[in-house]
């Protein structure tokens, strides 16, 4: 036998073997599903790498053909945003898992992000695709070491919910108890890994070709929290803190947990019969308040920032229910406890004193504040962001405006939509990523929760005056609580007035506000144009 063929005969040989291992190896259901699992880990990068290439090339193709003074530009502009958004969106969809939540996080940053990717990225609210109950079976058996039939009097196989790393089902314990068991996907704790180094990379790469880019800090900033988010027994502790917290409230309530059923893949808790506060339709139909719902979601969130150590970071409308408690009364109910910051107790004291300093337009002592975390360049722009309020305005909170500050307000209005153009948005979009860039992470949460509270505020139908003299209450209350007998009298009624006064002229700016918005706002959806940056512009040269 020739040596050309003897080699032919061992290729051929070898082949023949690895054929047959691998298909005994495949034989097995449980092994074949990991050998996919692999395979996938691999194609969602390369799925990720040509969306990147493909948008990366709209961009600088789309630009690079119009000029930047041209009649055309804004047209150029919206519609790139537009179709590089809806392309991250099919991404998002396709991919599932953390680029869901990736979506979520992008969509709720208001701030310096073009509104098309926005709006576009709000979709991934909606419910993700879920997966065939009998791969989650797998799960509830490794974890918790029984059958489900074992634990289950019975369970509905189809989900009442599929969000980006869990679904969750209705169930029924033996004793009779309904639950909601929030089962993770298997894969998810591989490909989430995978997809973060994938997403971190892919920032780098843009920033190369667009030098202009400023949120490179947005990965890194919340990896430690979806690195979190992926482990049950965290969530369990945190539903757990929180519901201590609100425990004898009527107006706030937090699920029961089942710690004995839960494990690091599966967190099974009470199941809650509500409403959710994106179904607004619904809770009018219930003649449940939707101004009086906004108020609780900024009064929850604002009584953990104020007076605790913990914050639930994720207080998007799909994390929050409504039902009446036992007086027919709207009551909260707070899901979705994966996403928490823990600070220091020192924090919360310097947050308190902040905001504080902030409402009562205490230049110096807000710049003081900021000078600790290195953000004194910023102190305007964050006392407008988190407020909406100048530091340098002359007319004080609970105090009149001026006949001639009423009078020059049409005219600032009309010239600030006037002069709009995108190198003040792009100035914009700069300087507040300098500031998120020099945030310390506890802070970076805090911006996060009031910049969604914001748009869950404007959604419900709310209104600023009920936010901002929430918060201020909030924060008050936190800052002299147990102190009642060593504050002096004084100062306790000097914030109870101070806080009427707020009320008081927050009511009659959000009537203010609202008649010239109507009047010379008009048609500015064509535009494309943010009234909040008109309003910022607006209290910023309130002078």
Not at 214 to 223: D, I, L, N, S
Not at 237 to 252: A, P
Not at 342 to 366: C, G, I, R
Request: hydrophobic content about 40%; charged content about 25%.
């Amino acid at each position: 036998m020739s040596l050309s063929l003897l080699r032919r005969h061992k290729l051929v040989s070898c082949a023949c073997i690895g054929g047959v291992a691998a298909g005994g190896y495949l034989a097995d259901a449980k092994r074949r599903r990991k050998a996919m699992q692999e395979v996938r880990g691999v194609t969602r990068s390369v799925n990720m790498v040509c969306s990147l290439a493909a948008i990366i090339a709209d961009y600088k193709y789309s630009f690079w053909r119009v000029d930047r003074n041209s009649s055309d530009y804004d047209r150029v502009y919206h519609e790139t945003n537009l179709r590089c958004a809806q392309r991250t969106l099919r991404l998002c969809r396709r991919l599932g898992g953390y680029y869901i939540k990736f979506g979520q996080m992008v969509s709720s940053l208001y701030a310096g992000i073009p509104r098309e990717w926005t709006t576009t990225l709000a979709a991934c609210q909606d419910k993700a695709e879920p997966v065939p109950f009998s791969e989650l079976v797998e799960v509830i058996e490794e974890d918790l070491g029984r059958d489900p039939r074992d634990i289950f009097r019975e369970i509905d196989e189809h989900p009442i919910g599929a969000a980006s790393l869990a679904q969750v089902h209705r169930a029924v314990l033996k004793n009779g108890e309904e639950v909601a068991v929030k089962i993770q996907y298997p894969t998810i704790r591989k490909y989430t890994l995978i997809d973060m180094r994938d997403c971190e990379w892919a920032t780098r790469v843009v920033k190369f070709f667009f030098p202009s880019f400023e949120f490179t800090w947005f990965v890194p900033k919340f990896r430690q929290n979806v690195v979190e988010e992926i482990d049950f027994e965290i969530e369990k502790k945190n539903m757990e803190t929180c519901r201590e917290f609100f425990e004898g409230r009527d107006d706030i309530y937090v699920p029961k947990v089942y710690p004995d059923l839960c494990s690091h893949r599966i967190c099974m808790m009470e199941f809650i019969h509500g409403i959710k506060v994106s179904n607004v339709k619904k809770l009018r139909e219930e003649s449940i308040s939707t101004r009086r719902v906004a108020q609780l979601c900024v009064q929850a969130f604002s009584d953990m920032m104020f007076q605790t150590n913990f914050l639930h970071v994720d207080p998007h409308a799909g994390n929050l229910l409504v039902r009446t408690n036992s007086h027919g009364d709207p009551q909260l109910v707070l899901l979705d406890h994966g996403m928490y910051n823990y600070v220091d107790p020192s924090f919360t004291s310097y947050l308190q004193e902040l905001w504080l300093a902030m409402v009562s337009q205490d230049h110096k002592e807000v710049e003081r504040l900021c000078r600790v975390y290195g953000m004194e360049d910023f102190a305007q722009l964050l006392s407008l962001s988190l407020t909406g309020r100048s530091l340098d305005a002359q007319n004080k909170f609970g105090e009149e405006m001026s006949e001639e500050l009423l009078e020059s307000v049409e005219d600032r209005v009309t010239e600030t939509v006037r002069n709009i153009t995108m190198d003040v948005f792009s100035k914009r979009i700069g300087v507040v990523a300098s500031m998120m860039n020099a945030m310390p992470k506890d802070f970076t949460y805090v911006f996060r929760v009031v910049e969604m509270l914001k748009g869950l505020v404007h959604f419900l139908g709310g209104s600023e005056s009920d936010r901002l003299s929430i918060m201020t209450s909030s924060a008050v209350k936190g800052k002299y609580a147990g102190q009642a007998k060593s504050v002096p009298f004084y100062v306790t009624w000097q914030w109870k007035l101070h806080l009427l006064f707020l009320r008081l002229q927050l009511w009659l700016n959000d009537l203010y506000i609202e008649y010239y918005v109507r009047n010379y706002l008009k048609g500015s959806y064509e535009m494309e144009f943010d009234p909040e940056v008109v309003f910022n512009s607006l209290l910023k040269t309130n002078k």
